[in-house]
């Protein structure tokens, strides 16, 4: 028997799919269709010159002669109307003269009709002929039967012959399997057009290309805040990047080309994950029309991050509505999203109903969202419900959040476990917390341990302690290292310990100079005024006795004033002996008195002196008394002495 001219048959095959892609049937049919490149160029001329009626009475004419090409494929044509019943007699007629492209189109009917056996009869009858179609279809046939070795027989010819779904139908198979061959033939089948193969394709390589390990993230707070978590197709929750960042190279360029590939013949899936690309490198104008592209498919992750965009550029009534629409096709992600952005307007009913719509969701973070929720308004059991609810679930600020919950009404030991398990799930602020825990128990080791964890993964207050751990024990070197880390991310107190450490390293200043130009700030001065401007009493004088020391009387004056009215002794008592040298007297007395009555010796002593040369015996002893009490030793005696002759004064 002869098998020839499938060609046309095919095409009407491939067209039949397009209409009936819904059917699980029907993917035989598209595999029968989609085989021969040469079919699709006639395919659209046949579109374009003629339509289907005057192509089927064509087809009859020539039938009715005996023309066995177009009794195939008026056969097909009936087929992909879904007119099994006229079709399955010209197909069986054409196969009885030995045309391959009706037996396989046979098959496809006979599968559709329910006879799977039979149809795998004709479809190995055309595939030994040499049918891709044939082969790829009866390949899926076995493989539904669980022969893998005869699906992976029938499959692999379809794909040798260049079958695009063949291809990917056998990459599936061995991919399931675990062989390393799966990725030629999705290379195969993408190269072809398939956009599924193209997309699995890039999901392979990105998966490559980020395997490598990145270190942890610091959160840079010690109590857990409001969470509406960025990101889509899987990927890591973050934010917005600063700025582009490099083009892709080697295997990731690779992927997003695949992504594109895929994404251009409509695959929403792949134009999610281009959006997510083009939104990690920057590009956020193209990535925007990704998503928004892969949204209107019906992909609800792509609307949630087109919201998280809209969002970033100002646009909150757009992010809204394309959150909507993404929580009500169940994306826990956005309904979480619509929940931080009503609580942030102070909708708190609202926010509530979206937070318990994204746990039903089974977005864990909206659990962790209702805990915070009820804790801001004091519902402190609803609260340590939610937390739980998400800590069991592994969301580790919630097991943070948990804990500090249970310190806080007083069960240090039921906090402890949670504490442990969140740091050992990665949180930074739980190892932190642990410190404090320990160090609260003047368990000074075990509080270090954490710290240093914690500090490690870029923990701010955790750096300082390490720091100030490193001081006391002398450790110059590794007290410097911890505390630059600490005042780098903005610790005040860290700015102004590593400013001491530098200023103590300074030689003595040598004697001025007529003339002289006026030095540079050394990196130590500015460390204090760092911490100064963020309101650091003990730097703010600090940096008035530097300016003081330079001669800059106006800068000495702002900055003990600053540290003065915010409450610093030694910033009332120095901006009294700046005023009294200009010989505002009277003022300096005043911050004099401040600071004495807030615990300040040396304050004291000056206003016993002032009361002295007043001529005030009585209030100057009482001033010296003060100066006693409050001491430094120096101070004590020399108030003393001063209390003795003001004594003497007022007994001669």
Aim: glycine content about 10%; overall charge negative; charged content about 25%.
């Amino acid at each position: 028997m002869v098998f020839m001219g499938d060609r046309a048959t095919l095409l009407e095959t491939g067209r039949f799919v397009q209409r009936h892609a819904r059917n699980a049937a029907d993917e035989i049919i598209e595999a029968a269709g989609a085989a021969d490149p040469v079919l699709g160029t006639t395919a659209v001329a046949d579109a374009d010159t003629e339509n289907e009626t005057e192509t089927e009475a064509r087809h009859r004419r020539a039938a009715e002669r005996g023309d066995l090409a177009s009794i195939s494929a008026l056969g097909a044509m009936l087929l992909r109307r879904g007119d099994l019943d006229g079709a399955e007699p010209y197909l069986r007629a054409a196969t009885a003269e030995g045309d391959r492209a009706a037996a396989n189109n046979l098959g496809v009917l006979l599968h559709q009709r329910g006879y799977a056996d039979e149809a795998a009869g004709w479809w190995r009858v055309a595939a030994v002929a040499g049918s891709a179609p044939a082969a790829h279809a009866l390949g899926r046939h076995h493989r539904e039967r669980g022969d893998e070795p005869a699906a992976e027989y029938w499959l692999r010819q379809a794909a040798e012959q260049g079958h695009a779904l063949g291809a990917y139908a056998l990459a599936d198979l061995l991919e399931h399997r675990g062989d390393v061959g799966a990725e030629r033939w999705l290379r195969a089948a993408a190269e072809q057009g398939h956009r599924e193969a193209a997309y699995r394709l890039a999901m392979a390589l990105e998966r490559r290309a980020t395997e490598t390990p990145r270190g942890p993230h610091a959160t840079g707070t010690r109590l857990p805040v409001p969470e509406a978590v960025r990101g889509a197709a899987g990927a890591a929750p973050g934010v917005a990047p600063d700025g582009p960042a490099a083009e892709p190279v080697g295997e990731l360029a690779e992927a997003e080309q695949w992504f594109r590939q895929a994404a251009a013949r409509g695959h929403r899936r792949a134009a999610l994950h281009l959006g997510v690309l083009l939104e990690q490198r920057g590009e956020l104008k193209e990535a925007g029309r990704w998503y928004l592209s892969s949204a209107k498919e019906g992909e609800a992750r792509a609307a949630c991050a087109l919201g998280f965009l809209l969002r970033d550029a100002g646009d909150e009534e757009s992010a809204a509505v394309w959150w909507l629409r993404a929580a009500q096709d169940g994306d826990g992600n956005a309904a979480n999203a619509l929940g931080a952005l009503h609580a942030a307007r102070g909708e708190q009913q609202t926010a509530e109903r979206w937070y318990r719509a994204a746990t039903d969701a089974g977005d864990v973070n909206g659990a962790y969202n209702l805990g915070l929720l009820c804790a801001a308004q004091d519902r402190i059991p609803q609260a340590e419900q939610w937390y739980r609810r998400a800590a069991y679930a592994g969301h580790r600020e919630a097991a943070n959040a948990l804990a500090v919950l249970l310190l806080q009404a007083g069960d240090a030991n039921g906090a402890e476990p949670w504490f442990s398990k969140a740091a050992e799930a990665g949180s930074v602020d739980a190892a932190f917390n642990l410190g404090i825990l320990h160090a609260g128990r003047d368990d000074d080791r075990t509080a270090l341990v954490w710290y240093e964890r914690a500090a490690a993964a870029g923990h701010t207050e955790a750096a300082l302690q390490v720091g100030i751990a490193a001081l006391r024990d002398g450790d110059e070197l590794t007290a410097e290292r911890h505390l630059r880390c600490a005042a780098g991310g903005g610790s005040a107190e860290a700015a102004f310990r590593l400013a001491s450490v530098l200023d103590a390293r300074r030689p003595e200043p040598g004697p001025a100079v007529l003339g002289a130009s006026r030095e540079e700030k050394s990196e130590c001065e500015e460390w204090y005024e760092r911490a100064a401007r963020q309101g650091h009493r003990r730097a703010q004088v600090r940096v008035g006795m530097l300016a003081a020391a330079r001669g800059d009387l106006a800068e000495a004056d702002r900055w003990y004033r600053e540290a003065a009215e915010a409450g610093s002794r030694n910033g009332a008592f120095n901006l009294g002996l700046l005023l009294a040298r200009e010989g505002s007297e009277r003022e300096a007395s005043l911050w004099w008195t401040r600071a004495a009555r807030a615990g300040h010796g040396r304050a004291a002593l000056r206003l016993a002196l002032l009361a002295a040369r007043r001529g005030e015996l009585t209030e100057g002893r009482r001033w010296c008394a003060r100066a006693v009490e409050l001491g430094p030793a120096e101070v004590a005696e020399r108030a003393a002495r001063l209390s003795e002759a003001l004594h003497q004064e007022l007994t001669a």
